[in-house]
């Protein structure tokens, strides 16, 4: 069993995560066409090489993203969500929706 | 004649301790510490078993409890190792894989069909016609069975546990027990592992010199000081059953699986002797050099009045010494190579007289009475080939003693590589994780002492790496002394019969036929002639089976390469992985309540929850009398399993418009609101409403199913929004009733006195904090039943007490409990979908008619762009309600297909009978062309039998909501 | 409200086990089960129900400085447990979240102060004694119990006093906290109180191997005492 090292709790056995998914930012909803929205929702990147992932820390529910490499199944670090996400976050508004 | 040899030999059997038992009902006596195999042998039975497919008489062969030739039938389990198996008191072995009796079996006249049993038989034979497969399969299946399985025996307990070791020594051999020394350092827990009984390894039975002591000295020595050291565990009887990721190590002793994290992982695994491949080497008296060398010393047997040994290396010597020393006659040493090497032992042996000829091979063994009597022995003319030459010799015993193969198993689970080189026959190992080691006869050390050395210089290597020791790194142990292995010990019969794999009675023809067949591939040979997929999984094949391929195809033993070994290495008892597992069990705090009410329980996920009260053999009576009595009086349901998740801060409600489809912001304080949940593909995944107790507080329910995924997720959200709130699951805090029905009210109002009850003040989706007989309580209105309802959220300890009151205050009104089974009626005569049930993986909310759930005017929403995609197009599918108007027509079951012609159009999701309505009622997808109320469709009800049913605008029951909002 | 006296969702497993209760604030908890062997029972190895003990949490950006503001002393970094004067034991779960658990003997003062008062600014109450049971394991051989049932290594050497874990235990989601009785080692065990029952009965299955079974708190109590 691999083992996950939680920035919050520390290494721990992979059953005790959830798996999260890749970690993409969200493009903007109202600059983007369909095409480009289904490739962000639909499609995954599925890459051979390191990737970032989300994964959720079971029993704490704490969520952070880790670098993993996919072809070798080494985690390369794990780090906190914050580090990415330091603002709130305001949605876009079309002012002529109406 | 008993073959039982004086002290000292015999080091695992205690003489004072005899012990009965019997085999194929005849009645034996051992010692303790006898393995069943050990303890037969003593009484000069060898023969054991009979092969899988020809039916061929089988003993004893590595002593080790590597090979299937020793798999026997005990009460409580079948396919046990007999030389591995200790003897107990009035235990009862049989043999298995016979028709009559194990001397005489019918079955064996098998063999003579061999040349019908062609490599890959069954994948010719069956293939076609269709159908062959299933005719055959019964009889082949007795003939080629293992084992058989008592179904009467009550299942022992097995059960799991976690350990935690800086280093794991897995092999107690001399690298082991050297490795594990070196590594207990201060500080470094250091576990030592070995499915043998006893540490030591060959150190116990194998002979390092010419005089027969240092074996044991050596032992002795390093057995002192690992008692001595505190910070070495052992573990004896416990076999290593596989690598796994981050050094994880599944360990199997007895009846317990130990799970076992290493931050350092030193192999010494050693080495597994090989078979010489020759005309009836399977025979009973056949039998690896080093398993005549455990029986002696390990058990005191003698394995044989009068010996012959084949050998391709000095070990055959040594071994010839052990067996002269038991007095066993050794009437020839059949040396493969041309030229042996001289070492001390040869010398002793050339000095005691014992025959050697160099230069032959045995061509092939004779048997009498199931057992070996005899070989043919004559000269190698080249490689693989002998002379005509041939020279009879009568024996009881053959020792083989050709080579080895590393036990490579857990090095190439962790991504190790095995090489092989032609010219030397030697094996290299490479490629090990960083955690890992890789010390002794398993890396090809032969010489004693390199073996000990390389010990030393992997632990070392391990306890630097985990900050113990900052220990200067020996050089590399250099591969010194003449490799054990002969390059080809393999010697093709006229006959046949020269056994490469014994688990699945392959020969060199089968072997080599499979590449003429087309398969010239190491893997394609495996899968093809089942070489190496037995019990042994090519412990004594993968070896000669490969230098078969290589051979047949023109090419290298080291560009054919061996199979890959998979876990686990040993055969597991399905208790191991099946033994004590969790499975966590949820109870309301009114559990009981319903238990006593006499509710047949069912377990929804982990919740148990009551399916209704009242007798199993009348459930469609109990649940019609609780729906009737929900629409007329009043019910009362546990709901403590829903899911419930405050939002809280001042962006609660910004939270709330972000997650959920529905609009917040402008939510009352003091109401309601439904919450749809979609994902970012526009899928409904869950539902709930929202409870607005403040500006700054929302209350939100969930599914029980799928709350903890909406915490889970509602969290992920947020560590991307970073609003100004925070998320609690406290859906256990709480356990909660849904009172309804017609008299919810007059119930409620004796006990609820701090709320105003009356319809204007607390109307339909309103929410309320007050006291309910008492207790601090959260109330909504809510209509899922579709009667006038409150839910009642209190503290969970308090839900047996608010249970108790609510059923007490509401006698006059008929209160009577309802289970799941009740509301899910209940809620589809109001129409009210289930998510998970109602919806699957692909339902958009337009397709299930709630459209009217999301909100255009917010700047976003999870699922909302996709959601907008979605609706711009023409939805594939409508979830409506049906009405079954024939009382005689089998009623429609969830998942049954709806059909238009023979072709698929939808299926039913939910049907039930509706007392109210007095009819079957459901809700199915269908094409949307057929969504129409007053559409007809068809349904493929249970025995194939098509069903008319009758579109009809959802609700069926109470369409103008009167009654909800009473 | 109700004057009922607070039982433990487990209170018919103790029942059925002959337990004898005692009132403690306004809580009943199993003082014993009838032997004279049980403050030997745990310092080998025992099973205790603390669920009817009072506990709270705070929750939010704001909470552990609300909660120094009202004289509660947060452990260092998250995943410690920090003793406070009353008694009581303050877990800090994360950076914003800590877990107040009460003494038995006296009663912790602190936690129903801090619960009867208005909160500050960005700090959450949770319902901690509701959401969660509460059992201790006390004894030498707590450790290589939880082996069984738990895949982070407690063994005492490694997993300190007031060290924290969450974690899995029997594969249920569970706070497990080392504070220790005096000089017996003692793991509190919290989790979903739903599950109570089953977390108990596994947790007796798994000490059966060891002899370890149930005990009430009046040798908790001694054992403390000891110290």
Redesign the interface.
């Known amino acids: 069993?691999?083992?996950l090292t939680c920035p919050?709790?520390?290494p721990?056995?992979i059953?005790?995560f959830?798996y999260?998914g890749e970690f993409h930012l969200?493009p903007d909803?109202n600059k983007?066409d369909?095409r480009q929205?289904?490739e962000y929702?639909?499609f995954h990147d599925n890459a051979a090489g390191v990737v970032t992932e989300?994964w959720?820390?079971?029993?704490?529910?704490?969520?952070f993203l880790a670098e993993r490499n996919t072809i070798t199944?080494q985690v390369i670090r794990t780090f906190e969500?914050?580090e990415v996400?330091?603002?709130?976050?305001a949605?876009?508004?079309i002012e002529d929706q109406a | 004649m008993n073959q039982r040899l004086a002290k000292p030999y015999g080091s695992l059997i205690n003489r004072d301790q005899p012990i009965k038992f019997s085999f194929e009902g005849t009645a034996y006596q051992g010692f303790l510490g006898d393995s069943i195999a050990s303890a037969l042998a003593a009484n000069n039975q060898w023969l054991l078993s009979r092969s899988f497919k020809y039916h061929r008489p089988r003993g004893t062969l590595t002593m080790a409890g590597q090979d299937a030739n020793t798999m026997i039938q005990l009460q409580s389990n079948p396919n046990a190792l007999a030389d591995r198996e200790l003897i107990s008191e009035n235990l009862r072995v049989m043999a298995q894989n016979y028709s009559g009796s194990l001397k005489r079996d019918r079955g064996a006249l098998l063999g003579l069909f061999s040349r019908f049993l062609p490599v890959g038989f069954y994948y010719k034979a069956f293939f076609k016609p269709r159908g062959m497969w299933e005719k055959w399969a019964p009889l082949i299946r007795k003939k080629a069975g293992l084992g058989v399985i008592n179904q009467q025996l009550e299942p022992d307990y097995y059960d799991k546990q976690y350990k935690f070791f800086d280093v794991v020594v897995v092999g107690a051999g001399p690298a082991g027990l050297q490795a594990a020394l070196t590594a207990a350092v201060d500080g470094c827990e250091v576990l030592l592992v070995d499915e043998n009984p006893t540490l030591g390894g060959s150190l116990n039975y194998a002979r390092f010199d010419a005089e027969g002591l240092r074996g044991q000295q050596l032992r002795d020595q390093l057995l002192q000081q690992i008692d001595a050291n505190n910070n070495i565990t052992s573990m004896t009887d416990a076999v290593c059953n596989a690598w796994?990721?981050?050094n994880?190590l599944p360990i199997i002793r007895g009846k317990r699986l130990y799970?076992v994290?290493a931050k350092q992982v030193i192999l010494c695994t050693g080495a597994l002797e090989q078979q010489a491949v020759f005309h009836n080497n399977d025979l009973p008296g056949v039998m690896m050099s080093s398993a005549a060398q455990r029986l002696i010393h390990l058990y005191g047997i003698r394995p044989g009045s009068a010996a012959v040994i084949v050998t391709g290396n000095n070990d055959g010597y040594a071994n010839a010494l052990d067996l002269l020393d038991a007095g066993v006659q050794v009437k020839a040493i059949v040396d493969l190579r041309d030229t042996p090497t001289q070492d001390a032992i040869s010398k002793a042996i050339a000095a005691r007289g014992v025959r050697i000829l160099t230069g032959h091979a045995v061509f092939a063994a004779q048997k009498t009475n199931n057992h070996l009597s005899g070989v043919d022995i004559r000269p190698i003319t080249s490689t693989g080939i002998c002379g005509p030459q041939s020279e009879s010799i009568s024996c009881d015993l053959l020792c083989m003693a050709v080579g080895y193969t590393p036990t490579y198993q857990l090095v190439c689970q962790a991504g190790g590589q095995l090489s092989y080189d032609d010219s030397s026959a030697m094996f290299t190992l490479t490629n090990c994780p960083e955690a890992m080691q890789v010390a002794g006869s398993v890396n090809s050390h032969w010489d004693l002492d390199a073996c000990l050395a390389e010990a030393s210089r992997a632990a070392i290597l391990a306890t630097n790496a985990l900050g113990f020791t900052e220990t200067t790194i020996p050089e590399i142990i250099a591969k010194t002394g003449v490799s054990p292995n002969h390059p080809w010990p393999i010697f093709p019969h006229p006959s046949g019969k020269e056994f490469v794999d014994f688990d699945e009675d392959l020969t060199i023809a089968d072997i080599i036929n499979a590449t003429r067949d087309g398969y010239e591939h190491i893997q394609l040979v495996k899968r093809y002639s089942t070489c190496g997929m037995g019990p042994s999984q090519g412990r004594h094949s993968a070896l000669a089976a490969a230098r078969l391929v290589a051979a047949a195809t023109k090419r290298t033993v080291a560009q054919t390469g061996v199979t890959t070994a998979r876990p686990p290495f040993a055969p597991e008892q399905l208790g191991h992985s099946a033994g004590r597992s969790f499975y966590p069990a949820r109870r309301s705090n009114m559990h009981y309540r319903h238990v006593e009410a006499g509710a047949q329980m069912l377990q929804a996920g982990e919740w148990y929850r009551p399916a209704f009260y009242g007798s199993a053999n009348d459930r469609e009576a109990c649940i019609n009398n609780e729906v009737v009595n929900v629409r007329n009086n009043v019910g009362l349901v546990d709901v403590s399993t829903l899911g419930g998740i405050e939002v809280r801060g001042k962006d609660a409600g910004e939270f709330l418009n972000?997650f959920y489809t529905f609009a917040f912001l402008k939510q009352p304080v003091g109401r309601a609101r439904y919450a749809l949940l979609t994902n970012?593909?526009g899928v409904v995944i869950d539902d709930g409403v929202a409870c607005r107790f403040s500006d700054n507080h929302y209350y939100v329910t969930a599914t029980t199913g799928g709350v903890d995924r909406v915490?889970?997720s509602m969290?992920?959200w947020n560590?991307?929004?970073?609003?100004?709130i925070d998320i609690a699951?406290v859906t256990s805090a709480y356990c909660g009733v849904n009172i309804a029905g017609p008299k919810a009210r007059d119930v409620l109002i004796k006990l609820c006195l701090d709320i105003d009850l009356s319809a204007e003040a607390f109307p339909y989706m309103g929410v309320r904090e007050g006291t309910v007989a008492g207790i601090p309580a959260r109330v909504i209105r809510v209509g899922f039943v579709g009667e006038l309802g409150y839910e009642i959220h209190v503290p969970q300890h308090y839900g047996e007490a608010l249970w108790d009151a609510l059923i007490t205050a509401g006698q006059d009104q008929g209160i009577q409990p309802f289970g799941v089974e009740a509301q899910r009626v209940l809620r589809l005569e109001k129409g009210h979908i289930i998510i998970g049930q109602d919806t699957d993986a692909m339902s958009n909310p337009m397709e299930i008619q709630m459209g009217w759930a999301i909100s255009r005017k917010k700047?976003?929403f999870v699922g909302?762009?996709?959601i907008a995609?979605l609706q711009k197009k023409t939805p594939l599918r409508s979830l409506v309600g049906f009405v079954v108007d024939d009382l005689s027509a089998p009623i429609p079951l969830e998942s049954h297909l709806v059909l238009q012609g023979e072709q698929m159009s939808g299926r039913v999701t939910s049907c039930n009978y509706s007392p109210t309505l007095g009819k079957p009622i459901g809700m199915a997808y269908v094409d949307p062309l057929s969504a129409q109320a007053g559409s007809k469709i068809t349904i493929k009800s249970s025995g194939g039998v098509r069903v008319t049913a009758e579109v009809v605008a959802l609700p069926f029951y109470d369409p103008n909501t009167l009654r909800q909002e009473l | 409200m109700t004057t009922l006296l607070r039982r433990s969702q487990l209170s018919r497993r103790h029942i059925a086990l002959g337990a004898e209760f005692e009132q403690i604030g306004d809580t009943l908890l199993v003082s014993n089960y009838g032997s004279s062997e049980e403050i030997a029972q745990a310092k080998s190895l025992a099973l205790i129900d603390l669920s009817t003990l009072p506990r709270t949490g705070f929750k939010g950006a704001g909470a552990t400085t609300w909660a120094t503001s009202q004289g509660v002393k947060i452990p260092e970094r998250?995943?410690l447990a920090l003793l406070q004067k009353d008694q009581s034991l303050v877990v800090r779960?994360?950076y914003h979240e800590l877990l107040i658990l009460s003494n038995i003997d006296p009663l912790s003062t602190q936690i129903e102060r801090l619960d009867s008062m208005a909160v500050g600014p960005q700090t959450y109450t949770l319902p901690r004694a509701d959401s969660h049971c509460w059992l201790a394991v006390t004894g030498s051989q707590a450790a290589e119990m939880f082996s069984k049932v738990c895949?982070?290594d407690l063994r005492p050497h490694k997993f300190a006093n007031n060290a924290v874990?969450?974690?899995?235990v029997a594969k249920a989601?569970?706070?497990v906290v080392r504070h220790d009785l005096g000089t017996t080692h003692c793991f509190y065990v919290l989790t979903d109180v739903s599950a109570a029952e089953f977390l108990w009965d596994c947790l007796i299955d798994a000490m059966l191997e060891y002899d370890g079974g149930p005990v009430g708190v009046a040798s908790m109590r001694e054992l403390a005492a000891e110290g």
């Not at chain 2, 560590?719 to 100004?724: F, I, P």
């Not at chain 3, 874990?165 to 899995?168: D, I, L, R, V, Y």
Request: charged content about 20%.
């Open positions: 069993m691999k083992l919050l709790n520390g721990r056995n059953s005790e959830t999260g969200m909803q983007t369909a929205w289904a929702v639909f989300w959720c820390h079971t029993a704490s529910t704490f969520w199944d969500a914050s996400f330091s603002q709130r976050k949605f876009s508004v | 796994f990721a981050d994880w799970k994290r972000r970012e593909a915490y889970q969290l992920k560590a991307q929004w970073r609003l100004d699951n700047p976003f909302g762009r996709t995609e | 998250p995943n779960l994360s895949g982070v874990a969450q974690t899995s989601s569970a706070i």
